[in-house]
């Protein structure tokens, strides 16, 4: 079935690195745009970044650009996003989504289950 | 940006009764609009897209509404499994933007 498995989050301290995998299975990964939303904890959803299928285009929200890079291997059906420079206010739950359709649009249909980030000393 | 903005923030309704909930654009996205449900420990789940297309698997008591600035979601008679939190997002411009949520709780 579609399936979505996000890994690679943990404690880390402010100033520290990350880097967060998805993993992908039952579909063709290679056709989709593919986005990260994360959820601060208590807190509504924001979206992150997005990468197209051939890693052609990229987009982040203003609040991570410049920390934080998306990256993809289709091969491995695999998504990554590597953060840096991190701040307590990244703080949060990491979803990487797949939209309902392969224009990219922001319809989001196929999440995963997420992975916790915290950046506390 | 666009500013998604949803009331009530916490709505309490009796199971088997109807619930609206509303969510407002800071200037008009068409019908770009999808709407969430999500329980707590659990990724969101999409109910309605282009304002008012159910997903795949969503029950017809879920039903979106409306165009330009102003939504609404209702649900025509909640059952138990619908007790969570709602969210509303506008994808017609990027960056894509969500509202705060809607708290939909059992009277």
Known sequence: ?121 | EIVMTQSPATLSVSPGERATLSCRASQSISSNLAWYQQKPGQAPRLLIYGASTRATGIPARFSGSGSGTEFTLTISSLQSEDFAVYYCQQYNYWPITFGQGTRLEIK
Do not use: H
């Not at chain 1, 056709?31 to 987009?59: C, F, N």
């Open chain 1, 1 to 121: 079935q579609v399936q979505l498995v996000e890994s690679g989050g943990g404690l880390v301290k402010p100033g520290g690195s990350l880097r967060l995998s998805c993993a992908a299975s039952g579909f063709s990964f290679s056709d989709y745009y593919m986005s990260w939303i994360r959820q601060a904890p208590g807190k509504g959803l924001e979206w992150v970044s997005y990468i197209s299928g051939s890693s052609t285009y990229t987009e982040f929200a203003d609040s991570v650009k410049g920390r934080f890079t998306i990256s993809r291997d289709n091969a491995k059906k695999s998504l990554d996003l590597q953060m840096n420079s991190l701040r307590a206010e990244d703080t949060a739950v990491y979803y990487c989504a797949r939209p309902l359709d392969l224009a990219g649009s922001g319809i989001f249909d196929i999440w995963g289950q997420g992975t916790m980030v915290t950046v506390s000393s």
